[in-house]
């Protein structure tokens, strides 16, 4: 990589030619977590973050070498020196064919190393610029076997990394308007038609990377910034190497920034740096005094207010380290000392100003997976959200609302709730006071506990009056006095000692305690619920929804005799249904507290008039009792220790003293409920 390093910019600089190419689309609608473009801005889930970062090599891995002398143990220290001058950006110069990456056909290893390399810093908080092509520069003309060759390096590396968050921008290729390409000048403009072959490649190169990724921005890393009128309708940033005074003139930035027109783009100085050693440099036969570390601090002090006075989009330093120790010899090659770092790694009083100047925040590591099976259920003048949380990094959910289309991020329309919990439990929240017939546009985050959210996951909600009253599941989710209607259920159970009935849906798909009896009213008739929604608590733990200062109205059609919900033991209770019920203890799915089940297993325990039956799904008790608790109608049991029996009752709320869940308990009716088996 040869920098053409000028002490004195001299000569006029060529008006601008504004290229009448059309501006290249965005990146389309790119997936939560990565770097999108927002006008002349970059962002991160919405919000601004600027670029602040440098050209990466090992100090002993300089260019090729980086990649066949790879060592995983610099890169880890190297990042963080990287951090602690509060870069949170590397560029990586991937090499076409030197360094062993074999051209079309980059092997396994080298593809490997890259998105190692890629994945690690990005956890840290650093991601990266990946620059194709380096040291390439045949620039073949479209339909040649060549031009194929080049696609199919793209196919390798951008197909392995597309859908990487870590990479924030794919840079076609480093420099091609170097002058070693266009005849020795700056300005292409002296060289039209190297110009135009080289603007012809870069166009289709970067029509080939969008046809495999169209999620991230694509930029070329051009080294004169005049030459960007060229480039600028293809390329998503906006990029410009410095190496000149001249940016304290005013001329570099406003003059790409005229390119634009009415179409900002972000910009980003992808390279400026100054050498340090030798003092002097024999430059082709003239000695350079000002290669030395008080010019390089004057130079960065330069660049990063004229940076900042254009609000660029960031910056990319060049280059990390030193290649080598300080020389006194002139003839010792000026591009090994254009690091921050001395070979040393002690820094140098640029790399000082460039940590306190400039300043920026880390990009956010891995993003917690999105929630799942995220639902909105309608309900009279409410909307019931029920959800999973991911597993993994998993903090808290966040549900937001608006009323004219889904929110867009955490910040975005109105909290409806924010709910912490277990990675991979499942919960749910009713959103209460809406208006029958309107339209909720829900959208749910899960938040890791740096306060990182996840891709969004939407639901719609329209508040309804259920037809036909109220379900007996949706009284579990009512809140405390929520009135209740409930039509045509089918009674389960009565304990009149409890002043208790149970009903349920004629389908079974849930059932519930309702607390009264009514004359006349026995197991298997369909009757009228009307009360209001509470909740049982038993040893100040919330074991059970009931409706209360209820009414029952049997309604005159033939009995039905529901049978018992065959399940294992294991699921007998359910998970929580947040706010309201604790669940069983390790619980999972549907919560079945007031259903009609029926298990089977062995007798494992006798106590008075309870028994436990187990069927070895894994249910045992704080006391060591395996299976599920069995309430019996009396104590002359037909069943004895050993047992295999099949046993059908309620699945009702029980909590010992002491316990903060439910415990798993089928409460019989009679004694035609259970039934011996061998």
């Known amino acids: 990589m040869v920098k053409l390093v000028a002490t004195i910019l001299t000569g006029a600089l060529l008006a601008p030619v504004i290229s009448g190419a059309p501006a290249a689309a965005s990146p389309q609608n790119p997936p939560y977590g990565f770097v999108a473009v927002q006008g002349s801005k970059l962002t991160i889930y919405g919000q601004p973050i600027r670029i602040k970062g440098t050209n990466y090599y090992p100090r002993d891995g300089m260019w090729a070498s980086m990649w066949t002398n790879w060592n995983w143990n610099a890169i880890l220290a190297d990042t963080d020196r990287m951090r602690s001058l509060g870069m949170n950006a590397v560029r990586i110069l991937v090499p076409y064919s030197h360094g062993g990456w074999n051209g079309a056909n980059p092997p396994e290893t080298r593809l490997q190393q890259l998105e190692s ?56 290729k480093n420099e091609p308007d170097h002058p070693s390409s266009i005849n020795g000048f700056d300005d292409w403009d002296m060289a039209p038609t190297q110009r135009d072959r080289i603007v012809s490649w870069l166009s289709r190169m970067a029509a080939h990377i969008r046809t495999i990724d169209p999620h991230h921005p694509v930029s070329v890393g051009m080294r004169w910034y005049n030459n960007n009128k060229d480039v600028i309708g ?44 030798p003092t002097p440099c024999n430059r082709d036969g003239v000695l350079i005094w000002d290669y030395n570390e008080t010019q390089q601090l004057a130079m960065y002090q330069q660049w990063l207010q004229a940076f900042a006075n254009h609000d660029i989009a960031g910056c990319l330093q060049w280059m990390t380290y030193d290649a080598k120790s300080y020389t006194t010899n002139p003839n010792e090659s000026f591009e090994n000392y254009f690091g921050l770092w001395r070979y040393d790694y002690s820094l140098k009083p640029a790399g000082a100003h460039y940590r306190d100047n400039f300043q920026t925040r880390f990009f956010p590591g891995a993003p917690p997976a999105p929630l799942q099976n995220f639902t909105a259920q309608a309900m009279d003048t409410a909307v019931r959200l029920t959800w999973q949380n991911p597993t993994g990094s ?72 259920p037809q036909g009253g109220d379900r007996c ?22 304990y009149p000692a409890d002043g208790a009935t149970y009903v349920s849906e004629p389908d079974r798909s849930a059932g519930v305690r309702v607390e009264a009896v009514a004359a006349g009213v026995s197991v298997g008739d369909t009757v009228n619920v009307t009360g209001k929604a509470r909740t049982r608590v038993l040893s ?63 007798v494992t325990a006798v106590l008075g008039t309870v028994i436990f039956v187990d069927d070895g799904s894994g249910v045992v008790d704080l006391a060591g009792r ?18 295999l029996c099949a046993v059908t009752g309620i699945v009702e709320g029980s909590v010992p003293t002491g316990w903060t869940d439910t415990r798993r308990l089928v409460r019989m009716r009679d004694w035609s409920d259970i039934l011996r088996l061998d």
Request: charged share 15%.
């Open 626 to 643: 395996r299976g599920v608790m069995v309430r019996c109608p009396g104590s002359s049991l037909p069943v004895a220790l050993g047992d």
């Open 117 to 172: 390399l890629v994945n690690h810093l990005g956890a840290n908080g650093i991601r990266s610029c990946v620059t194709l092509f380096d040291w390439e520069t045949t620039y073949p003309a479209a339909g040649t076997q060549r031009e194929t060759e080049h696609k199919s390096y793209i196919n390798a590396i951008v197909g392995r990394l597309k859908n990487n968050p870590y990479v924030f921008m794919w840079d076609v």
């Open 234 to 277: 293809f390329v998503d940033i906006v990029c410009f190497h410095s190496y000149w005074s001249h940016i304290t003139n005013n001329t570099e930035i406003p003059v790409i920034k005229s390119f634009m027109g009415a179409n900002p783009k972000p910009i980003l100085a992808q390279e400026f740096g100054w050498p340090t050693n």
């Open 473 to 494: 599941g949706t009284v579990k989710l009512l809140p405390e006095n929520a009135p209740v209607m409930l039509l045509r259920k089918i009674v389960t159970a009565v």
């Open 394 to 465: 998993f903090d808290r959910a966040v549900v937001r609302m608006r009323t004219d289309g889904y929110p867009q991020s955490l910040t975005d329309g109105v909290l409806v709730c924010e709910r912490p919990g277990p990675p991979g439990s499942w919960d749910t929240f009713v959103h209460t006071g809406l208006m029958n017939g309107a339209v909720y546009y829900y959208t749910a985050f899960a938040v890791d506990s740096s306060g990182q959210p996840s891709a969004p996951v939407n639901a719609l909600g329209r508040p309804t009056q």
């Open 540 to 602: 100040g733990v919330n074991a059970e929804r009931t409706v209360a200062e209820a009414s029952i109205t049997r309604v005159d059609v033939p009995p039905v005799m529901l049978p018992g919900l065959r399940m294992r033991g294991i699921q007998v209770g359910g998970g929580p249904v947040a706010p309201y019920l604790a669940g069983a203890r390790d619980g999972f799915g549907v919560n079945n507290v007031g259903q009609l089940v029926t298990i089977v297993g062995r």
